[in-house]
């Protein structure tokens, strides 16, 4: 009762509620060139170019991009590196083999002579990640980054790539196939997949402001311990490199843009200006900050063990269908289960007979494939 | 006919002849006090007894006693009026078995004057004394609106409040001493026999029904000269009055003509002075309006409650009003300069809702504009989210000013920005207002006197900011007893005590307010999300008021409060306020006072951002402003001019960031520097009333002068105050403003509400100080016999260097702030139109309000000017605004309470365009406030039960019960855009109080 009045009188103090907003969206947006990127000296840089498009637009369109385009790393001393067009709008250039003691801008030039440049910038050096640990408690599995950082960059962007290997839940003997039934011999086509994911927004940190020019076990990534991520093996590579302060200011501005939480302290959004300028047209607003910087990697493999709880998934229960007066299934049903698959027991002359949704042995279902990593340690399949 | 007359008068005459003797007297008033109690001692029926009077004994004589004035009646015939007894003649008396003795004339000299029941318990005698003395006056109605036709509440009108007193005593060692029997002591009681000491010798016995005639007694043939002598104020309500004010002629009949002064000297005005006050309670009322039949002298009633007008001689009518009191006209014959003091009771027969006074007819007297007063009874029965009053909420039904959005921090007014409006509470300046991040305000209903809103004509005693000032005073404590409230609300509970501590000399008023909020988030299980949250604050506030003599009086103030809230483990917000102050105000007269105050502020407000997972960059960040102040301001009355000047001097010390580690942290220690600076002005305004004529000036100016003492820069500008007013008819006025200011304090914010993190700043070398205009005009027309009034007020704004930020800036700890503002100038006009009805059973106002707040840039930074240089948006800026506050009173207890608040969505900025960046999908912002939330309405209703009239209980109960938008409608306080990390842009809206929000409000008084 106790904890009810306290409901009670909790809604009404904080009956603040945030609800789905269908506005009308614009059907027309500013032409506004984007370029997404950094140089990244020890490794190949990668620019992709496009343009805005309108919020009420098809999702599912290509990003709109210039048909052609030079994109071209120049350093202080006039000397450049082209880019590779490899598919519309993205550009690679070879940046391994660039001094990281020389300054770099990046020079576009459009199909319709429209050019952009960015200021002469210094290399950021990479930061050393000194460590990249994990925690369990009862809930979640928690990764811990930290990071030592050289004396010229005190700001840093934390991207990372997760790999992992699970299995579904049981092994097939029989597959139901086009209305019949085949005994299942190659069940490790859907028994072990891997996956794969990269992060989405950035991890942004800052050591201005401390005493050292180091981040401490930064928790960047939290997995719930029962997300199938952590069912066999998970790896993930910590990428983290060294940025200016106006360039994170930009790089969080945008973010916080895109992710606000609207609350009543949260600032006015607004549109920033990046670090690219047309030359042709210094009017014209460009989208982007370019960054030149180098990149600190790492990689941890975790082991389900004493990570990994399993929860009894509702799609791996039995189903025991009943045989009809003659004896007989009525295995037609079945496809009334998302393409049921037999295993362990008889069809038609077999004695018994259990199956399962797909999804409880065909692991190819929950996104993965069967695409091993080169590097992966294990030997499954 | 006159035969008749004449008849009945002999016969009349003949039968009261042979009490002549005894009957002789003056004669009680009487009035019908059935429903609320009575005068009598025990019961209003006259009972037959004895009474020893003037040296005889009389028996079967119809008796009562006035338990009021301890005087003894008798009526006779019973339908005749009863006749006082003198008691200086009247030993003692004896009803219904029980003696009843003036001791007085027995010679227990320390008695108390009046009768004494006589008791016994068996042992000893016991001497029991009821009075009962009124609180209240009980009123004349028989004037304009007579009792019983029509004014249907005729009977809860007249109230009179007895406090009754039952004492016992005894003669212990030949002393009078009080004693204090038990309930069941007090019970066993029985009659005594008279006391021998009391047995005054009395010359013979008279029977006067039926039994013997005395032979001394005088037949006379005619009625006794007096027996209906013309009641009078003096006899009758002397005493009443007394009870009140014993030293001071109090006027409150209406029907009485006064005689003031006496013959003057000269045949010019002369002065006529005097103080106002609650009948109720004794406290100086301020904010009166007095004036004379023609309404053209008048002036107001200062905190203290005087008055002082220059009064032809002869013939002439006072009138005081004040709208939460009952209306007094007087009639006075002014024979020379004199004082007349009233008092005035709280007016029972209209509403006490709506209540936001801006009094009708001193919209034609005052020179100045926009001006809105708001009184604590007003401030209780407008409905807000958790029922209760707050000051904020209120001014929000107020034309003009608005609010970004509900719980927000801050006010606008006539599209001034939030930080552009000055806070006072007792002269102190308020930095944040709030609580709880703007659900309530931070001022507490209970301590309270007056707020006073100026939004157009700002007199020149006051300066600093460019848009409004928010005057509010405390009231000063009750000064004949202790007194206090509690309130009992969902969130919030508030108590405050007042009385004397020294009689007559100094009062005090203590108050404070909590909440129960933190203690409600601990008590949530984990799984409910809110577990680790907190949220609380409290205040506190205490005044205290000595009155060194009638001229001088010293009153020290002092308020506090804290707010702390969580709901994200890692991260706290705390802000506080602290102000004192005292001020010595002496005054001449009514007319020629001066003011002299000094004071300290504080405002500081901080952030704790630490938690395990990350120690090492676990930090604190505050900002703190300090400020010191003194000011002094003189009035002095010169023939049709009411001149006005003095100084004051503010000393400011602001912290714009100290940054210090948690325990275990690496963050550097880190401390911006300290800005200081010193606001001095000085001014002078002169109010020009050429005698009763339709044209008035009010004319002034102030400079006001700002040095940094860092750098030392200096910044100085006239300011100009003028209002001229032209009144071709009572009811009717034009009147014209012009006003300009200077502003050096800046708010630095990129929220739309006032955020507890947000950073004032002072002006500096590159941070000029924002400087305005603003140019008024208006109509006010009241009509229907004062019942309605109509104002339709223009205005047209102007102001400069209002700070706005770059985008992407970095406001905190920022050692370059300018680098990341900009300047703009800002341009604000509209109408306001209003009808506003006072009384009736249905009262309250409706306005709508056309406006428009623009800002603009006034530096060309080429593209990346915001909106490339062109007008936008402000964020307040709402075009139409439709309020409707009032109040219906069903009977004197009951009355419901409305609030219907419309207005148009405020700017916001929107996603125009996406894009891909990186991994994830962004958004591309429209310009700046282009667009606008969805339009917002709520309605509240709230039903107010006052308490009864047990007028003997020792406290008193009122509650509310009511609904915050009571529709339901989801108003949005803001939208929102996001990708979620996707690929889907979906928009959000917030909306604070998205559902109905029921309350109830309890509010105990004793």
């Not at chain 1, 840093?156 to 039934?181: K, R």
């Not at chain 2, 009945?8 to 109690?37: H, I, K, W």
């Not at chain 2, 019983?148 to 005729?154: A, I, Q, R, W």
Request: with cysteine.
């Amino acid at each position: 009762m106790k904890k009810t009045i306290c409901y009670i009188l909790l809604a009404f103090a904080t009956c603040a509620c945030i609800y789905p907003y269908d506005a009308e969206m614009a059907k027309e947006a500013p032409e506004r060139l984007v370029v997404s990127g950094d140089i990244l000296i020890g490794e190949e840089t990668q620019i992709d170019l496009s343009y805005v498009m309108p919020l009420s637009s098809d999702i599912t369109l290509e990003r709109k991009a210039p048909p052609e385009a030079v994109v071209v790393v120049k350093n202080e001393k006039g000397q450049f590196l082209y880019g590779k067009k490899v598919k519309q709008g993205r550009y690679v250039i070879d940046t391994r083999y660039a001094s990281e003691n020389s300054k770099y801008r990046l020079y576009i030039k459009l199909d319709d002579g429209r050019e952009y440049q960015t200021p002469l910038e210094e290399v950021n050096g990479a930061p050393r990640i000194t460590d990249l640990s994990y925690s369990v408690d009862n809930t979640y599995l928690r990764l811990y980054c930290s990071i030592t950082g050289r004396s010229s960059a005190w700001n840093y962007s934390l991207e990372y790539d997760e790999d992992w290997e699970y299995h579904a839940y049981f092994i097939p003997d029989l597959l139901f196939v086009n209305g019949g039934y085949e005994v299942h011999k190659r069940f490790k086509d859907f028994y072990n997949c891997w996956g794969s994911r990269s992060s989405v927004e950035p991890c942004f940190m800052t050591t201005e402001g401390l005493s050292e020019n180091r981040i401490e076990r930064n928790n960047f990534l939290s997995i719930p311990r029962a997300d199938y991520r952590l069912m066999d093996l998970y790896s993930i590579n910590v990428t983290v490199r060294g940025l200016s302060t106006d360039a994170r200011v930009y790089l969080e501005h945008l973010r916080d843009g895109s992710v606000g939480t609207g609350d009543l302290f949260t600032p006015t959004p607004s549109e920033m200006r990046g670090n690219i300028t047309c030359t042709t047209n210094p009017e014209e607003q460009v989208v982007g900050y370019v960054s030149v910087c180098k990149r600190a990697s790492k990689r941890i493999f975790i082991s389900s063990t004493n990570v990994y709880q399993s929860i009894v998934d509702p799609g791996s229960l039995l189903f025991f269908p009943e045989p009809d007066e003659d004896g007989n299934y009525n295995l037609e049903n079945l496809f009334l289960w998302d393409s049921p698959v037999f295993f362990d027991g008889p069809a038609p002359g077999y004695d018994n007979v259990q199956w399962a949704p797909k999804r409880c042995v065909d692991c190819r279902v929950w996104g993965g494939t069967k695409n091993k990593p080169d590097w992966w340690p294990n030997d499954d399949e | 006919m006159r035969r008749l007359v004449i008849t009945l008068l002999v016969l009349y005459g003949t039968v009261c002849s042979a009490q002549t003797t005894l009957f002789r007297g003056r004669v009680m008033p009487e009035y019908d006090f059935s429903f609320n109690g009575h005068y009598y001692w025990y019961s209003p029926d006259f009972t037959y007894g004895t009474v020893c009077y003037d040296g005889a004994v009389y028996e079967d004589v119809p008796l009562n006693i006035n338990a009021h004035t301890q005087e003894v009646l008798v009526r006779e015939p019973p339908v005749g009026p009863p006749v006082v007894l003198e008691r200086s003649l009247l030993p003692w008396l004896r009803m219904r078995g029980v003696y009843y003795v003036n001791l007085n004339l027995a010679g227990v000299g320390d008695a108390p004057k009046g009768y004494f029941e006589v008791l016994t318990d068996g042992k000893q005698i016991y001497y029991f004394q009821r009075q009962k003395l009124f609180a209240r006056d009980p009123g004349n109605h028989n004037g304009f609106r007579g009792i019983g036709y029509e004014d249907p509440n005729y009977r809860e009108d007249i109230i009179a409040f007895f406090h009754l007193k039952n004492r016992f005593y005894v003669i212990r060692n030949g002393k009078f001493k009080r004693v204090f029997p038990g309930r069941s002591k007090q019970l066993s009681l029985l009659a005594a026999d008279l006391p021998a000491f009391a047995n005054v010798k009395t010359d013979d016995a008279r029977t006067l029904a039926g039994g013997e005639r005395p032979a001394n007694i005088n037949m006379l043939p005619e009625l006794p000269a007096g027996w209906f002598a013309e009641q009078t104020e003096s006899s009758a309500h002397a005493a009443i009055l007394a009870a009140i004010e014993q030293d001071k002629l109090i006027a409150n009949y209406r029907n009485k003509t006064y005689e003031i002064g006496t013959v003057a000297a000269s045949s010019g005005p002369v002065r006529v002075r005097g103080t106002v006050r609650d009948v109720a309670t004794g406290e100086v009322l301020g904010g009166v309006l007095v004036s004379d039949s023609s309404e053209r002298i008048y002036c107001y009633t200062g905190k203290d409650g005087s008055y002082d007008l220059n009064l032809p001689l002869g013939d002439n009518m006072l009138k005081f009003r004040e709208y939460t009191k009952e209306d007094m006209d007087i009639r006075v014959i002014v024979k020379g300069a004199g004082t007349l003091d009233v008092v005035m009771r709280e007016k029972v027969t209209a509403l006490k809702s709506a209540y936001i006074t801006a009094n009708s007819m001193a919209d034609h007297r005052r020179t100045g504009m926009g001006l809105e007063t708001i009184n604590t009874a007003t401030m209780t029965h407008i409905p807000t989210a958790f029922g209760e009053g707050d000051v904020i909420k209120s001014v929000l039904t107020l034309p003009g000013v608005k609010s970004v959005g509900e719980a927000s921090s801050g006010f606008n007014v006539r599209g001034g920005s939030a930080d552009q409006n000055l806070i006072l509470f007792n002269g102190g300046t308020i930095y944040n207002p709030s609580h709880l991040f703007g659900v309530f305000s931070a001022f507490n209903t209970d301590v309270i006197d007056e707020v006073e809103l100026y939004k157009s004509s700002i007199p020149v005693e006051f300066g600093g900011r460019i848009s409004s000032v928010l005057d509010i005073g405390a009231k000063d404590g009750n000064p004949e007893r202790i007194k206090g409230s509690l309130g009992l609300g969902i969130l919030t509970s508030h108590l405050a005590i007042e009385g004397p501590i020294i009689k007559d000399k100094t009062t005090f008023v203590l108050g404070g307010r909590t909440t129960y909020s933190d203690w409600m988030l601990k008590q949530l299980p984990a799984s409910s999300g809110y577990a680790g949250g907190k949220a609380s604050f409290s205040d506190v506030n205490l005044g205290v008021t000595h009155h060194l003599d009638d001229q001088n009086s010293l009153k020290l103030t002092g308020y506090w409060s804290r707010d702390g809230f969580s709901f994200r483990g890692d991260t706290t917000f705390r802000y506080s306020n602290l102000d004192v102050a005292i001020k010595w105000k002496h005054k001449w007269d009514k007319a020629n006072t001066l003011d002299v105050g000094a004071g300290y502020d504080s405002y500081s407000n901080t952030l704790e951002n630490g938690s395990e997972a990350n120690a090492v960059g676990a930090y604190t960040l505050s900002t703190r402003i300090q400020q010191g102040f003194t000011r002094a301001t003189a009035k002095v009355k010169a023939g049709d001019h009411t001149i006005t000047f003095g100084g004051d001097a503010v000393l400011y010390a602001l912290d714009p960031g100290i940054m210090n580690p948690m325990e275990g942290s690496i963050v550097v220690p880190r401390r911006l520097n300290r800005e200081t600076a010193l606001e001095p002005s000085v001014y002078a305004g002169d109010v020009w009333q050429p005698g009763d004529g339709p044209f008035s000036v009010d004319a002034g100016v102030r400079y006001s002068s700002f040095l940094t003492l860092t750098d030392f820069k200096y910044y100085g500008a006239p300011e100009l105050r003028v209002g001229v007013k032209y009144s071709p008819l009572p009811n009717l006025s034009l009147k014209a403003g012009f006003n300009t200011m200077n502003q050096y304090i800046h708010l630095v914010s990129n929220t739309s509400s006032i955020s507890p993190m947000d950073t004032w700043k002072l002006c500096d070398a590159d941070i000029k100080p924002q400087q305005g205009y603003q140019a008024a005009g208006g109509f006010y027309w009241t009509v229907f016999g004062n019942a309605l009034d109509i104002s339709l007020e223009g205005y047209y704004k102007r102001n400069y260097n209002y700070l706005d930020y770059k985008s992407g800036a970095v406001l905190s700890m920022n050692d370059h702030l300018a680098d990341d503002l900009v300047p703009t100038t800002g341009r604000a006009y509209g109408v306001e139109l209003m009808f506003r009805k006072l009384t009736g059973r249905l009262t309250g106002w409706v306005s709508y309000t056309w406006s428009r707040a623009l800002l603009k840039e006034m530096e060309d930074r080429g593209p990346d000017t915001i909106n490339g240089g062109a007008w936008y948006n402000a964020p307040f800026d709402k075009p139409h605004d439709l309020k409707l506050v009032g109040n219906y009173k069903f009977t004197h207890r009951y009355s419901i309470s409305f609030n219907l608040d419309y207005s148009t969505g405020r700017p916001v900025t929107v996603p125009v365009g996406r894009y891909y960046y990186g991994n994830a999908l962004r958004l591309l912002y429209s310009e700046r406030n282009a667009h606008r939330i969805p339009d917002y309405f709520r309605l509240d209703l709230a039903l107010n039960i006052e308490p009864g009239h047990y007028l003997k209980a020792f406290t008193h109960m009122s509650a509310t019960i009511g609904c915050y938008n009571v529709t339901g409608r989801k108003n949005a306080y803001s939208v929102f855009y996001t990708t979620d990390g996707g690929n889907i842009v979906q928009g959000y809206m917030v909306s604070v109080f998205a559902t109905q929000v029921p309350y109830v409000s309890l509010n105990l008084k004793f």
